[in-house]
C-alpha cells in the first residue's frame, strides 16, 4: 500500500529554519518514475504547491519561494525533506507531500497525498 | 509561471442538482494536464480528474472534466451530500506547478 507521511515541528520562531520530513511507504525515489512534491494550505486559503524531487533528483521549486526552499531525499530515498529557510508568520498553515508516477499516460498528478502535518510560525 | 483562475468563487446548490465549475489559464496547458481534486474539511485533497478529462480510480461517474488549451470545466451532476467540498484546479504540464484559487461548493 501506497502511502505519504509528513512530519516536523509544529512550532516555529519568526527568521528560523524550518525542516519538515515526508516518509515514504510502498515505494521509493529509487523506483523508476516517481516523484514526490510538496504542497501547503495557509489556514482557510488555497493550496500552494511548493517543490518536487524525482527519481533522477531533479528538482523544481515554486518561483517566488525558490530562494527559501530545498528539497532532498535522505541515502535510503525512502525520505524527502523540505527546508524553508528564514520563517515567517505568513509561513503557517498545513503542509503535505503528495506522489506523482511518471511511467505512464497520461501522467495523473498527484494521485497519493499525505494527511499533512501543521505548522505555526510565531515568536 | 501558468496562473489558473477559477470561477465561481462558490456556488449554492442542492442535492441532486448539478454543478459546473471553470478553470481557466493565463496560457495553454501543456498536453492538456489539468487535474481537479476534492477537499473537505480536515482532509487533504483528493485527486477527481487528471488530464482534463480522465477519471481516477474509485472517482464516481458523476464527476466528469472536460476541455483543453486554457479551459478547463468540472462538471458534478446529481450533487451528493458528500460533493460539498471546494474544489481545485492543478496544471502540472509545466513547471511551476500551480493551483486555482478554488470553489467552493455549498448546501
Known amino acids: 500500500q501506497v502511502t505519504l507521511k509528513e512530519s516536523g515541528p509544529a512550532l516555529v520562531k519568526p527568521t528560523e529554519t524550518l525542516t519538515l520530513t515526508c516518509t515514504l511507504s510502498g515505494f521509493s525515489l529509487r523506483d523508476f518514475g516517481l516523484s514526490v512534491s510538496w504542497i501547503r494550505q495557509p489556514p482557510g486559503k488555497a493550496l500552494e504547491w511548493l517543490a518536487l524531487l524525482d527519481w533522477e533528483d531533479d528538482k523544481k521549486y515554486s518561483t517566488s519561494l525558490r530562494s527559501r526552499l530545498t528539497i532532498a531525499s535522505d541515502m535510503s530515498k525512502s525520505q524527502v525533506l523540505l527546508t524553508l529557510r528564514n520563517v515567517d508568520p505568513v509561513d503557517t498553515g498545513r503542509y503535505y507531500c503528495?506522489?506523482?508516477?511518471?511511467?505512464?499516460?497520461?501522467?495523473?498528478?498527484?494521485?497519493?497525498w499525505g494527511h499533512g502535518t501543521t505548522v505555526i510560525v510565531s515568536s | 509561471e501558468k496562473m489558473l483562475t477559477q470561477s465561481p468563487g462558490s456556488l449554492s446548490l442542492s442535492p441532486g442538482e448539478s454543478a459546473t465549475l471553470s478553470c481557466t489559464a493565463s496560457d495553454t496547458i501543456t498536453a492538456n494536464y489539468l487535474a481537479w481534486y476534492q477537499q473537505t474539511p480536515g482532509q487533504a485533497p483528493r485527486l477527481l480528474i487528471y488530464a482534463a478529462s480522465n477519471r481516477a480510480t474509485g472517482i464516481p461517474d458523476r464527476f466528469s472534466g472536460s476541455g483543453s488549451g486554457s479551459d478547463f470545466t468540472l462538471t458534478i451532476s446529481r450533487l451528493e451530500p458528500e460533493d460539498f467540498a471546494v474544489y481545485y484546479c492543478?496544471?502540472?504540464?509545466?513547471?511551476?506547478?500551480?493551483f486555482g484559487q478554488g470553489t467552493r461548493v455549498e448546501f
Open positions: 503528495a506522489r506523482t508516477f511518471w511511467g505512464s499516460l497520461p501522467l495523473h498528478g498527484m494521485d497519493v
Open positions: 492543478h496544471q502540472y504540464g509545466s513547471s511551476p506547478w500551480t
